[in-house]
């Protein structure tokens, strides 16, 4: 249950919207070009996402959290961790800066610590702030689900604009039939071939899902291996190691040394300031929800 009467944060996975903003539109070569020759499909493509959640979820409370280059301590513990990710599209590279720009001058917080992802940023600041208040996170990452709690839900961006399917404990419990943290656990056991690590060799959902609902974790398992069935038994000794790697991967990590004071993230745009970097930018799209803020504003 959420507790209504608490300040809303909405925590932004600013990673996956760029990512799918960017991607939307570059497919068919619409960069939109500013007059600098700079790209901004990226910037656009976030910036509407985000006004578009903003008002649909009407927090009181906002942040964004970034990563801060591609090494982090997964890929020291793996060396293959995310190796099948090409280099960032050359018409991205500037959009990196400018969004974190944009989202400055509309003086919401901007997240991120070298050597962790924006996961383990968006999970510290989740658990840091869960006591005083109702935490919402935007994201199009299922990985983020392992994070859902008591006032901890997860807005999954879905394709086009303002398409969410929102999960609680309660609905992610019913859809696997395993809590938010197991979500660890059936990574541990399935891979992930997204961020390429492979889990344990023969071993897919169903059967993962199966083994968690009997014996709760990845410990669970190995303790009682003498249960399994013959085959099964054979695939995990055989995947041990990365069976134990993959669960370290799979962890969103929640003691990052960062923090965000909730007074710091009140959603309080001041338009000139706004209007000022958007016009920087050539965003002239974006000018009609500064307005929309200014006008609800006028009406409250």
């Known amino acids: ?15 996956a919207l760029l990512f799918r903003a960017f991607f939307a539109t570059a497919v068919t070569g619409q960069f939109m070009i500013n007059s600098k020759g700079v790209p901004t499909n990226a910037i656009q493509g976030f910036l509407k996402h985000f006004f578009t959640a903003v008002s649909s979820f009407k927090p009181t409370h906002v942040a964004v959290c970034w990563d801060m280059g591609s090494k982090t301590f997964r ?25 974190k720009e944009a989202v400055e001058a509309m003086d919401i917080p901007n997240i991120g610590l070298a050597g962790f992802e924006a996961d383990d940023c968006i999970g510290t600041i989740a658990r840091n702030l869960q006591p005083e208040a109702r935490v919402s996170i935007l994201t199009g990452d299922q990985d983020i689900l392992q994070l859902l709690d008591k ?25 696997k039939g395993i809590t938010p943290r197991q979500m660890i656990d059936l990574k541990a056991f399935m891979g992930d071939p997204s961020d390429n690590y492979p889990g344990v060799k023969g071993i897919g959902e ?29 695939k995990i000794e055989e995947g041990l190691e990365m069976l134990h790697l993959s669960r370290q ?16 993230a009140v959603y309080k745009i001041n338009q000139q300031k706004a209007m000022e970097k958007f016009s920087e930018l050539e965003l002239r799209g974006l000018y009609r929800h500064l307005e929309k803020l200014e006008e609800s504003k006028s009406l409250a």
Not at 81 to 93: D, F, G, T, V
């Open 249 to 264: 991967l799979a962890e969103i990590k929640c003691d990052v040394p960062v923090q965000c004071v909730l007074d710091d």
């Open 206 to 234: 169903k059967t993962a899902l199966k083994l968690l609902q009997q014996f709760e974790h990845v410990d669970g398992v190995i303790e009682n291996l003498d249960k399994l069935t013959k085959a099964q038994k054979a």
């Open 151 to 175: 006032d901890i839900s997860v807005i999954l961006l879905k394709k086009g604009f303002g398409n969410y399917l929102v999960h609680t404990a309660d609905t992610f419990y019913e859809e």
């Open 1 to 15: 249950m959420m507790n209504e009467n608490k300040p809303s944060l909405l925590l932004v996975d600013g990673m």
């Open 75 to 99: 890929t020291e513990m793996f060396s293959g961790y995310k190796a099948n990710r090409s280099e960032a599209p050359i018409e991205l590279l500037p959009q990196f800066d400018l969004v």
